[in-house]
């Protein structure tokens, strides 16, 4: 059985940062690159809208963008037991997995990981409440399947600038 793998993309990156594309991770035969994607709208002549995520190089506050891991197995033997955990940066305020994404596991503490509605926060009157969106910290993926010799796929989720 392969060791587990658990990869930590390069996420956390200040927002001035965000202006470009963070690097790719280079360690072992799992190639994980962590992109900074916003929505860009053209109008064609005939009037109609064209929306293509494209890398943000100027965003401002209330901006949405899209944080996506493109992972890829270069070496000759499967890669199994993957987890890719993201802390979302400061100035960040998690949205919902992107479309095409698996849904994560959220974190309100980069300790505990569940759906959403399975997450409380410390609330001011030293009770708790319910987790929303704004408090998640951390967003992670279990790979449910090893990733094959050659096999590369994406995970990406939904933000806005705050």
């Given at each position: 059985?392969?060791?587990?793998i658990?990869?930590?993309?390069?996420?956390?990156i200040p927002l001035?940062?965000l202006?470009?594309a963070a690097?790719?991770?280079a360690?072992?035969p799992?190639?994980?690159?962590?992109?900074v994607l916003?929505e860009?709208?053209t109008?064609?002549?005939?009037?109609?809208?064209?929306v293509?995520?494209?890398?943000?190089?100027r965003i401002?506050?209330?901006?949405r963008?899209?944080?996506v891991?493109a992972?890829?197995?270069?070496?000759?033997?499967?890669?199994?037991n993957?987890?890719?955990?993201?802390?979302?940066p400061?100035g960040i305020?998690?949205r919902?997995?992107?479309a095409?994404s698996?849904?994560p596991d959220?974190?309100?503490?980069?300790k505990?990981f569940?759906p959403l509605?399975?997450l409380?926060?410390?609330?001011?009157n030293g009770?708790?409440?319910?987790?929303t969106?704004?408090?998640?910290?951390?967003?992670?993926?279990r790979?449910?399947?090893?990733i094959?010799?050659?096999?590369q796929?994406?995970?990406?989720f939904?933000?806005?600038?705050r």
């Amino acid at each position: 059985m392969p060791n587990p793998i658990r990869t930590i993309a390069p996420i956390a990156i200040p927002l001035a940062a965000l202006l470009c594309a963070a690097p790719a991770l280079a360690a072992g035969p799992l190639q994980v690159e962590a992109k900074v994607l916003t929505e860009q709208k053209t109008r064609a002549a005939d009037g109609t809208v064209r929306v293509a995520l494209v890398p943000a190089r100027r965003i401002v506050p209330g901006d949405r963008v899209t944080f996506v891991l493109a992972y890829r197995n270069t070496g000759a033997q499967p890669i199994g037991n993957v987890v890719l955990d993201n802390p979302v940066p400061k100035g960040i305020a998690y949205r919902a997995p992107a479309a095409t994404s698996a849904a994560p596991d959220l974190s309100v503490d980069g300790k505990t990981f569940g759906p959403l509605a399975s997450l409380r926060v410390a609330a001011a009157n030293g009770t708790t409440r319910a987790a929303t969106p704004d408090d998640v910290t951390h967003v992670r993926w279990r790979l449910e399947r090893p990733i094959t010799a050659g096999a590369q796929g994406q995970l990406a989720f939904d933000a806005v600038l705050r």
